[in-house]
Nanobody, 127 residues
Framework: QVQLVESGGGLVQAGDSLRLSCAGSGRTFSRDAMGWFRQAPGKEREFVAAINRSGLSKSYADSLKGRFTISRDNAKNTVYLQMNSLKPEDTAVYYC????????????????????WGQGTQVTVSS
């Protein structure tokens, strides 16, 4: 059974940094692209970043480029999201997701391209 467990969320002040982690299990981690999405209260879930199976290809939501960095450590079955210069509008529940097997070499940005989801971790940025 594939499982994804996020950690690292919390309450921070504007301008601070956080690093989210997502530990995967249940299927060979290095075969799958991984992504981060977020959902703010009253808003739809939105794409944040994705990384392909090797870690050499990454993509980001345009609005987040330069502040957020996605990475992975296949030896640890973990994907990370480094978030810098956080803003109150970054407040959301952050979800990691595991892409469908056929998407492994890509960096998918649509929710329907992902097969498994974590339960999410809350990030709150105060002004």
């Amino acid at each position: 059974q594939v499982q994804l467990v996020e950690s690292g969320g919390g309450l921070v002040q504007a301008g601070d940094s956080l690093r989210l982690s997502c530990a995967g299990s249940g299927r060979t981690f290095s075969r799958d692209a991984m992504g981060w999405f977020r959902q703010a209260p009253g808003k739809e879930r939105e794409f944040v970043a994705a990384i392909n199976r090797s870690g050499l290809s990454k993509s980001y939501a345009d609005s987040l480029k330069g502040r957020f960095t996605i990475s992975r450590d296949n030896a640890k079955n973990t994907v990370y999201l480094q978030m810098n210069s956080l803003k109150p509008e970054d407040t959301a529940v952050y979800y990691c997701a595991r892409a469908r097997p056929e998407k492994g070499w890509g960096t998918p940005a649509r929710s329907d391209e992902y097969e498994y989801w974590g339960q999410g971790t809350q990030v709150t940025v105060s002004s």
